[in-house]
């Protein structure tokens, strides 16, 4: 069955950093396009950051541009999410995901934003940042 995990999350004060992971198993993440997203309390989920198959084009949120930094390990069949400079408003479930259709690659800044181009999810992890 194919999964992905997220993991990494947890409480940080305001101003430090975290790492999020996510591992794929019965898959082969290399050939998918990954986004970030969360999901904070009361909201709707949002876009955080995607990477695509090739890893050469990565598009990120306005709010994480400079902060945050997703990248591909291939070899581990993962992708990360460095985050630093929380903030509170960081704080929420994060998520990854891995787009509908292999080897689909989109270069634009607008490429990898909508959530419903993707077809396989983790089940979130939690980010808190204290203040």
């Known amino acids: 069955q194919v999964q992905l995990r997220e993991s990494g999350g947890g409480l940080v004060q305001a101003g430090g950093s975290l790492s999020l992971s996510c591992a794929a198993s019965?898959?082969?993440?290399?050939?998918?396009?990954v986004g970030w997203f969360r999901q904070a309390p009361g909201k709707e989920r949002e876009f955080v950051a995607a990477?695509?198959?090739?890893?050469?084009?990565?598009v990120y949120a306005d709010s994480a541009e400079g902060r945050f930094t997703i990248s591909r390990d291939n070899a581990k069949n993962a992708v990360s999410l460095q985050m630093n400079n929380l903030s509170p408003e960081d704080t929420a479930v994060y998520y990854c995901a891995a787009i509908r259709y292999k080897n689909y690659y989109c270069s634009g800044h607008t490429c990898y934003r909508v959530a419903a181009e993707y077809g396989t999810w983790g089940q979130g992890t939690q980010v808190t940042v204290s203040s």
């Open positions: 990477t695509s198959w090739r890893g050469d084009t990565t």
């Open positions: 019965d898959f082969d993440l290399p050939r998918y396009a």
